[in-house]
């Protein structure tokens, strides 16, 4: 039994016909079809988490001061209505830059809606006033938003303050609802790759069923014909998972250009090597593991579904 086996190993089961059992374009054409959707779920992942923690730190620490005919004096004290506003905001801790925004930077702001020729409209724009926070959303540094704007209005009747926290808190529940619908979209993939791994491994075990039977009599163990069903499979899912990766970077690379003004990195993509280096370090991590989990996914379903086969040999 034990030389049996070992002209078997000698072989590499050359008598189970392996490359005809599991077929080297079926297999790696629908693993290469999932690993391309995975890419493309995990790039949705990641770039989700980006432009969430982008807008929490961009957006999510901002404010916006309007305030109606600026140029005119202020309730209290000397100095124009804009001057008490800054001075205001400057005194409030938690404030960490406070800009008064010129007639070209409102202007430019105006033009997508009002067109070019903004400036002379016959209705007086008031000041904008864009502030920076020193504390994000999660750091607790944002100031007290009620008493900031009862001080504005006492320094300046009419000004209005816009706050983006509500905004930010709707666009982070879309962003982990995408997060969750990518995680989902992974399970799937991968749930369905391994059913296409584990159909085409009993198909291969039904069409040599018969040199099976004979190489298992002569002493070949369960462990060593799953090993050889599973080497195959590995292979071929590895193979069809590198495919797939390759696929889905082009996909990946375009979807990132785009991104790029959303996540302020807007300048400088004008090469490839550029558009390389928009895609996130985690992605190309996980683009480059995708064909180590495809390989893995069809060498232990490959594993189970033969083991489970061969312990209904009579």
Known sequence: MKVAAASLRAARFDALGLRRALSGLMVPLLVAAMTFLAALALGGWIGSI???SQWRDGAGAALTVQVPQPAEAAAHGGGSRIDAVSAVLTATPGVGAVHVLSADELSDLLRPWLGVGAERLAVPLPAVVAVQLTGGQATGGRPDLGPLAHRLEDAA????????????DRLSYLAFSLQACALLALALV???AAAAIAVATRA??????EAIEIVH????????IAGR???RAMVLAGGGGAIGALAALPVLLALAVLAAPFT??????VSISDALSALPPALWGGVAILPAAAAAIGFATAQGTVRRW???LP
């Open 229 to 231: 069903f599973a080497h």
């Open 204 to 209: 291969g075990l039904a069409a040599r069923r």
């Open 190 to 192: 991968s749930a369905v």
């Open 264 to 269: 302020g990195s807007v300048h400088g993509i």
């Open 157 to 168: 009747p009419g000004t209005l303050l816009e706050d983006h926290g509500m905004w930010i």
């Open 50 to 52: 980006a432009l969430a």
């Open 217 to 224: 009599g002569l002493g070949a163990t369960d462990g060593f």
């Open 310 to 312: 061969l312990r209904r």
